[in-house]
């Protein structure tokens, strides 16, 4: 039961985490004007071409990708966790390298290294969950509060920079 508790936990995190990632790219694509009258956060941004496409760009490039993996996320059936935890696990790590996908395919330095920070983080949330899971190391779940904030820290990060 406690297995089970813990994937919903998890699962739960992820898709607020990507949700967070994708509805602030999502925003951003439809607000130019925000973004470029935006304080003195946007001068590191004026300088983003000679590492590749602007934030902007960058953002819109990587949104598709991050709302693939939240809709990836969701078509997991958590319910199976206890009888194909393994299964369960190797699911959530296709959304793990979509999201590693993303960052790498990122020309930006700033948006890759906050798309890079999402998929660390979701890293440590794939190893914790096979952990509880395969491992059925009940110990690992007391990581949980902590790899679920990271998580959503950031997506945070990741979606302010967007916006």
Same mark, same amino acid.
């Given at each position: 039961?406690? +297995?089970?508790?813990?994937?919903?936990?998890?699962? @739960? !995190?992820?898709?607020? /985490?990507?949700?967070?990632?994708?509805?602030?790219?999502?925003?951003?694509? /439809?607000? &130019?004007?925000?973004?470029?009258?935006? %304080?003195?956060?946007?001068? %590191?941004?004026? &300088?983003?071409?000679?590492? /590749?496409?602007?934030? &902007?760009?960058?953002? !819109?490039?990587?949104?598709?990708?991050?709302?693939? =993996?939240?809709?990836?996320?969701?078509?997991?059936?958590?319910?199976?966790?206890?009888?194909? %935890?393994? /299964?369960?696990?190797?699911?959530?790590?296709?959304? @793990?390298?979509?999201?590693?996908?993303? =960052?790498?395919?990122?020309?930006?330095? &700033?948006?890759? !290294? !906050?798309?890079?920070? @999402?998929?660390?983080?979701?890293?440590?949330?794939?190893?914790?969950?096979? +952990?509880?899971?395969?491992?059925?190391?009940?110990?690992?779940?007391?990581?949980?509060?902590?790899?679920?904030?990271?998580?959503?820290?950031?997506?945070?990060?990741?979606?302010?920079?967007?916006?």
């Amino acid at each position: 039961m406690k +297995k089970t508790i813990a994937a919903w936990t998890i699962a @739960v !995190a992820t898709v607020f /985490g990507l949700a967070a990632c994708s509805s602030a790219d999502s925003a951003d694509t /439809g607000s &130019e004007s925000a973004a470029s009258s935006a %304080p003195s956060a946007s001068a %590191p941004v004026e &300088e983003a071409p000679a590492s /590749g496409a602007s934030v &902007e760009d960058a953002c !819109a490039a990587v949104q598709a990708q991050i709302e693939d =993996a939240s809709t990836a996320v969701t078509e997991i059936d958590m319910s199976q966790a206890s009888s194909d %935890p393994q /299964g369960t696990v190797d699911a959530f790590s296709e959304t @793990v390298d979509a999201i590693g996908a993303a =960052a790498e395919s990122v020309d930006n330095a &700033e948006v890759k !290294a !906050a798309v890079t920070a @999402v998929y660390d983080d979701f890293v440590e949330m794939r190893d914790l969950l096979s +952990k509880v899971l395969v491992d059925q190391d009940m110990e690992a779940a007391g990581d949980m509060a902590t790899v679920v904030t990271d998580v959503q820290t950031s997506a945070q990060d990741l979606a302010t920079l967007c916006s």
